[in-house]
């Protein structure tokens, strides 16, 4: 009995040394992929990389040693192929989104196997020991790869600024010189078309970028809670754009704005901002789902790695290593101007912010719209009103600044000339007591959807200013334009510089509990919100009341008529183009986690 416990242990620790060694190997490939993937700054022999590392060491190396313990193997080697198998079946489709990699991969370990198998016993010794330099080559260092090829496309970037309301930058404030606090922003608008009344089609992130991704409406694409995900089905611009033949990279530091919901799709390599390497690791999520490690706690209302700095340092890592032998497109979210308002004012020069109360901003997302009883949140005192819009303007000021250095970057690297375009947009508004609530999502008065839209490249003309009402489904066919031709699929969008049939800008509000609609054309707005079986419809005049203070009697009377009914008419048609529908996941721990910290969820709802 003592013979065969021995022989046990010999055969399990000899297995579980070989595991581990593969483990590790297997941890520094998949952690260097997601760092190239995903565009992750990492220094040699990097934790975030070791932590991999250990991951799959613990995992395949506890396999290897209870495998060996439960019989001695004939041939061990098996199980060494069995446990690179199990690994790639599983690691493979995880951190791939193309199904011809996964299956090339597949294909390539299994030939690799089978070769080891077949080798003599001497080789197969030897392979084992290369396992220790190849990983210590994957934890210090990796290989930047550059082309100077040439395209005739031109590339694209849509950059979008989240919460970033249009009054509060310089070209829509020209009159407040408080205000200048955009240079370069105002600096692109004089040198493109800046459309001074567009419009956001939702108040909260994800279904708006939703609307800017693929030119559908809410109702369309189907975005409503904080469980729904973009549908895999729909075309987006980044699809579009790939068929095309265009490099797809996307920058997000919003976490409604993640793989986890569906935005990657049609991206070559999208990056977030919102997860450490080791959270996006396969061996690493499956050990926490064991109880072994958990998501590390973030600092009350703030995500770690989600400043205009922590995106551009993705974009310049993402220079380093790209290739320019396609046209790109380049797509980046920064969220700076996002509460809390913490922008480090420092590095500007600028006096630090005092400090102030807000824990009136922060208020149950099953709050009613207002006007609607039980709809106001408790204001501030007049110093600190004017502390949040400093703080506020200070964000502003701090991503203009950045946009200002990525810009010079991609300009310094050939992604942005003369003969390209650039797209700066928001996907939403802030409210500061406006309609006595704070912050974002609850209505579509003109603090919530009225964004700026500032395009300028070489079809486009400097210095001019459209007044007529647009919408940011309108993007999509006119990045379309610019890449060859219209959308080959239906959308609501209609391209900015073209001959329009649509009049006027619609929004709507999607959300299970309190829906809201609106539609401006010219100067008549109204806003239609419905209240269980009831419905509240306000009609403005914004000749004469542009803040929305006082709603039209009668609901405009006999002038806004036609307005109503046209609003009715959006609202049947919004959803023409749906197809199954959003999808609902579960969210896990560090997507609930960060949404939260961000106030986008409140235990179930959405911001």
């Not at 210095?463 to 006119?478: I, S």
Request: glycine share 6%; hydrophobic share 40%; with cysteine.
């Amino acid at each position: 009995m003592l013979g065969l416990l021995n022989s046990r242990l010999e055969s399990s620790l000899r297995l579980g040394l070989y595991g581990s060694t593969l483990g590790a190997l297997v941890g520094a490939i998949e952690g260097r992929w997601i760092a190239y993937r995903d565009f992750i700054p990492l220094s040699p022999f990097s934790a975030e990389l070791l932590s991999t590392c250990l991951a799959y060491l613990i995992l395949l190396g506890g396999f290897g040693a209870l495998l060996g313990f439960v019989r001695k193997w004939k041939r061990p080697e098996k199980i060494h192929c069995g446990l690179a198998m199990v690994c790639a079946i599983w690691v493979l489709p995880y951190q791939s989104t193309s199904y011809a990699t996964t299956a090339l991969g597949l294909v390539a370990i299994a030939a690799a196997c089978f070769f080891y198998l077949k080798s003599p016993a001497k080789l197969r010794l030897i392979s084992w020991f290369l396992h220790a330099p190849l990983v210590l080559c994957l934890l210090a260092y990796f290989p930047n790869s550059t082309t100077n090829a040439k395209h005739d496309a031109p590339n694209i970037v849509l950059v979008v600024i989240d919460t970033l309301r249009a009054d509060a930058i310089s070209p829509h404030n020209e009159e407040d010189k408080a205000a200048h606090r955009s240079p370069i922003l105002e600096s692109l608008a004089k040198n493109g078309t800046r459309f001074d009344k567009a419009y956001a089609q939702a108040p909260w992130t994800r279904p708006s970028t939703a609307s800017l991704f693929t030119g559908l409406y809410p109702a369309s694409h189907g975005i409503v809670t904080p469980a729904d995900r973009l549908d895999r089905a729909l075309p987006t611009v980044a699809t579009m754009l790939k068929e095309r033949g265009y490099q797809t990279v996307g920058f997000s530091a919003n976490p409604q704005i993640s793989a986890a919901f569906g935005f990657h799709n049609g991206f070559n390599r999208f990056w977030s901002s919102t997860m450490q390497l080791k959270d996006r690791s396969a061996g690493v999520r499956l050990l926490r789902k064991w109880g072994m490690g958990k998501i590390e706690e973030q600092p009350d209302r703030g995500v770690l790695h989600s400043t205009a700095d922590d995106v551009n340092s993705a974009v310049h890592k993402w220079l380093d290593n790209h290739d320019d032998a396609a046209p790109t497109f380049l797509y980046v979210h920064y969220l700076d101007p996002h509460d809390p308002y913490s922008a480090p004012e420092d590095l500007l020069g600028e006096a630090r912010i005092s400090d102030v109360e807000e824990a009136p901003l922060y208020a149950s997302q099953e709050l009613p719209p207002y006007p609607l009883q039980g709809s106001t949140l408790p204001n501030v005192s007049p110093i600190d009103r004017r502390e949040l819009h400093r703080r506020y303007n200070t964000e502003i000021r701090f991503v203009d600044d950045r946009l200002g250095k990525m810009l010079e970057q991609l300009r310094m690297n050939g992604v942005w000339g003369e003969d390209d375009y650039l797209i700066i947009t928001s996907d939403h508004g802030e409210e500061f007591y406006e309609h006595n609530q704070w912050q974002h999502g609850r209505s579509l008065y003109e603090e919530m959807i009225h964004v700026p839209l500032i395009l300028v490249g070489p079809t486009i003309e400097q210095g001019r200013v459209v007044q007529e009402p647009m919408e940011l489904v309108d993007v999509l066919p006119t990045i379309a334009a610019w890449a060859g031709g219209a959308p080959p699929f239906e959308q609501h969008g209609e391209d900015l510089f073209r001959d329009r049939k649509k009049v006027g800008a619609f929004s709507h509000r999607p959300r299970e509990k309190h829906p809201i609609w609106s539609l401006r054309v010219e100067n008549q707005k109204v806003i239609w919100i419905r209240d269980g079986e009831e419905w509240i419809k306000l009609a403005f005049d914004l000749s004469i009341d542009p803040n929305e203070e006082q709603a039209l009697e009668n609901e405009g009377g006999k002038h806004f008529l036609r307005l109503h009914e046209r609003l009715s008419e959006l609202m049947s048609s919004s959803s023409e183009y749906r197809r199954e529908g959003a999808q609902a996941i579960e969210l896990s721990a560090q997507d609930a986690q960060d949404l939260e910290q961000l106030g986008y969820i409140d235990g179930a709802e959405e911001d």
